[in-house]
C-alpha cells in the first residue's frame, strides 16, 4: 500500500431506524479500513445494510453510534456545510442506475461536478475528456445518454465519479441493471482506473464472480461485517 493511513476507517458504526413496529438496528459495530488503490468487496443480501454502511461512510447519513474517519480526519461531528465539502472534493459515488442528466453529452456530464466545484468550463471539459478516453470512450464525448448503450452510460457515471481526483470511490451495486457480458467490461475499467489513480474502492454487489477480483470482501450477516476469503481471478 502507498500508505500506512487508511482513506476510510470506519470504528464501531451502528445504525438504527426507526420504523412502525419499532427500531430496525442494521448496523452493529462495524470495523472497517480501506486503504488507497485497494478495491474492497461489500456483499450481502437486499436489506442487510449495506447500502447503509456506504451512506454512512459517504458522509450521507450519521451513524447512530461509531466513528468515520476520512484520511484519518474524524468527520462524524463536522457541520453538514464541512461534510457537503467533503463529499464534493474526497468522494466519488456510482449507483446502480446511472443518472446521467439526457441533456447534456457525455463529456459535459463528466464535468458537471468539476464545473460544481469550480473549475472553469475549458479545464473541466479537458479533464472530462481525460477520464472518458482512460475508460474507453475516447470517441463517444459528444453522445448523449440516449445514444449510449447500458454499459457505456454506466462507464460515464464512473467517469463522473472520478472526475474530481476524488480519495474515497463508493459504489453501489455499479453493475446490478447490466448483463453478464457488460458487467464484467464495466468492472474491469473500474477496477483498472482505480488501481492506475490510487483512489480507495469500497463497492457493494451481489455479483461474486465480480468479488473474486476484488482485493478483500466481506459480507454483512446480522449486522456485522465476516471478512471472507479472496479468490482473486486473472483477468
Same mark, same amino acid.
Given at each position: ?49 449495506? %447500502?447503509?454502511? *456506504?451512506? /454512512?461512510? &459517504? @458522509?450521507? =447519513? +450519521?451513524? #447512530? ?6 484520511? !484519518? ?55 472530462? %475528456?481525460?477520464? *472518458?478516453? /482512460?475508460? &474507453? @470512450?475516447? =470517441? +463517444?464525448? #459528444? ?6 448503450? !447500458? ?58 464472480? *465480480? ?25
Amino acid at each position: 500500500m502507498s500508505s500506512a493511513i487508511p482513506v476510510l476507517s470506519v470504528r464501531g458504526v451502528t445504525r438504527t431506524y426507526d420504523t412502525a413496529s419499532g427500531g430496525l438496528t442494521v448496523l452493529r459495530g462495524v470495523d472497517l479500513d480501506v486503504m488507497p488503490g485497494e478495491v474492497v468487496g461489500l456483499i450481502g443480501p437486499s436489506g442487510s445494510g449495506k %447500502s447503509s454502511l *456506504l451512506h /454512512a461512510a &459517504g @458522509l450521507l =447519513e +450519521r451513524p #447512530t453510534s461509531g466513528e468515520v474517519r476520512i484520511d !484519518g480526519k474524524d468527520v462524524g461531528d463536522l457541520p453538514e456545510r464541512a461534510r457537503t465539502h467533503i463529499r464534493l472534493a474526497s468522494i466519488g459515488f456510482v449507483y446502480q442506475f446511472h443518472h446521467l442528466l439526457a441533456e447534456f453529452d457525455a463529456r459535459d456530464n463528466v464535468a458537471l461536478p468539476l464545473r460544481i466545484a469550480g473549475v472553469n468550463q475549458t479545464d473541466a471539459r479537458a479533464r472530462a %475528456s481525460e477520464v *472518458l478516453t /482512460a475508460l &474507453g @470512450l475516447g =470517441e +463517444r464525448l #459528444t453522445h448523449q445518454p440516449a445514444q449510449l448503450s !447500458g454499459g457505456e452510460q454506466q462507464r460515464v457515471a464512473v467517469a463522473r465519479a472520478l472526475a474530481n481526483r476524488p480519495r474515497l470511490l463508493l459504489a453501489d451495486e455499479p453493475t446490478g441493471n447490466l448483463d453478464p457480458t457488460t458487467s464484467h467490461t464495466v468492472f474491469e475499467a473500474l477496477h483498472r482506473l482505480v488501481k492506475d489513480t490510487g483512489v480507495a474502492a469500497l463497492i457493494a454487489t451481489h455479483n461474486m464472480e *465480480l468479488a473474486g477480483h476484488m482485493d478483500r470482501v466481506f459480507a454483512l450477516k446480522d449486522g456485522h461485517l465476516e471478512e471472507r476469503p479472496a479468490q482473486s481471478q486473472a483477468w
